[in-house]
């Protein structure tokens, strides 16, 4: 079968960033490439991106919504004139072949009264990462003079939320923080959507696992779900969770770190590279590579190479571990890059096999309790 298109494109037009959080793949887990990266994308190559994309959704005749998500690096240290630039490109040129959704990853640090503008202007969702109270962010997200970010990036998060433009937060698990209070912290930032992400590790490089536990990921999740479900914040969608129950009742996938649905996802790199997924920048040795870029090659020549088609072959790419495992079809092996084992292999279970297990264990079993109580009640 052949691969399906790309409807979702990173466009990283800032490859800098003004913090230098331990865990970051772009920087500090064995991958220098941004190094030889221009420290933004110039106008020259969005537009070339642009009209590659365009060139591509044409081809395959694509209408449904394309998803393309602004990124660094942080994005913010583009300048707003720069963001409103490409923004605009972006809208102009591909809105009349299909609905644009416009996105923002961003650490709100840079948030100024000019930027918000632009982001308004241009319909940016801004998604913003922070990891939990002061004491648990600054576990891992400090700048580059190793000093606190919380402070800028909680005055980011609000000046964002009050303009309309905030989409959600990625928290980054810190095995060691308390969940409730975490859940608790972003409850209090107003946002409609949260994941608890977690950390990129793979078998070369292990995860922190306090006591040696093999389920510590899984467990950190539990108490968040149980509260959850119990009615603490219900209002918040928790994405990791969705994706979950979403699995369990066979329906259409929402991201790719679990599940078997077909991945559409394509990244363009400052230089006009064309990347992989860039988290593959965590597995430290060139990965992500494709030896490609949009300046002389169109978007369709990616779906040839393997690490693009492979993440659309749902079962048929899993080991035969996950294809054993009764998890099968809601975990899907995990996120791509955590099965990395070395030399270009990606067929292990997910670095986080038996955490992924136990939180999809206690889900099912809480979904199959409520609905054989709902059961019994209809029948008295
Ligand atoms: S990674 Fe583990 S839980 Fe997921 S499918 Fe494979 S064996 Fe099952």
New binding site residues.
């Given amino acids: 079968m052949s691969p399906l298109p790309a409807n979702e494109f990173i466009l990283k037009i800032a490859s800098r960033c003004n913090l230098n959080c331990d865990y970051c793949y772009e920087y500090n887990l064995g991958d220098d490439s941004w190094r030889r990266q221009p420290a933004f994308m110039s106008l020259d190559t969005a537009m070339k991106a642009v009209e590659r994309i365009l060139e591509h959704i044409r081809a395959h005749a694509v209408t449904d919504t394309i998803v393309v998500s602004l990124h660094g690096g942080e994005p913010m240290l583009a300048g707003a004139a720069h963001v409103s630039a490409i923004a605009k490109l972006i809208r102009e040129r591909l809105e009349p072949h299909a609905p644009v959704e416009l996105t923002m990853q961003s650490n709100a640090t840079l948030v100024d009264p000019d930027m918000l503008t632009v982001l308004r202007d241009n319909r940016i969702a801004v998604g913003v990462s922070v990891d939990g109270p002061s004491h648990v962010n600054d576990l891992h997200r400090l700048d580059h003079a190793n000093r606190s970010s919380f402070d800028a990036t909680y005055s980011g998060i609000r000046d964002l939320r009050d303009a309309g433009v905030l989409s959600g937060i990625l928290s980054v698990i810190d095995v060691t923080s308390d969940p409730l209070e975490v859940f608790d912290f972003v409850a209090t930032l107003e946002v409609p959507q949260v994941d608890f992400l977690l950390p990129h590790h793979n078998w070369l490089r292990l995860p922190r696992r306090p006591n040696g536990d093999l389920r510590a990921y899984g467990k950190w999740y539990a108490p968040i779900w149980e509260a959850w479900l119990g009615g603490r914040h219900s209002w918040m969608r928790i994405r990791y969770f969705e994706q979950i129950i979403r699995a369990l009742v066979g329906a259409q996938g929402l991201f790719e770190g ?1 599940g078997l649905a077909a991945v559409q996802l394509i990244v363009v790199a400052a230089d006009g590279s064309l990347e992989g997924v860039d988290t593959l920048k965590s597995c430290g040795d060139g990965q992500q590579k494709l030896h490609l870029s949009i300046i002389d090659a169109p978007i369709d020549a990616v779906l040839e190479k393997n690490v693009y088609a492979i993440r659309q072959a749902g079962a048929d790419q ?2 035969d ?8 079809e ?5 996120y791509f890059p955590h ?1 990395y084992r070395g030399g270009g292999l990606f067929n ?3 670095v ?3 955490d ?2 136990h939180i ?1 264990a206690r889900i099912r079993g809480d979904i199959a309790t409520r609905s054989m109580k709902a059961e019994l009640e209809v029948d008295s």
């Fill in positions: 679990l899993l080991c571990q996950c294809l054993a495992c009764p998890y099968r809601v975990c899907g092996g995990g099965r292990s279970p997910s986080y096999c038996d992924i297990q999809i």
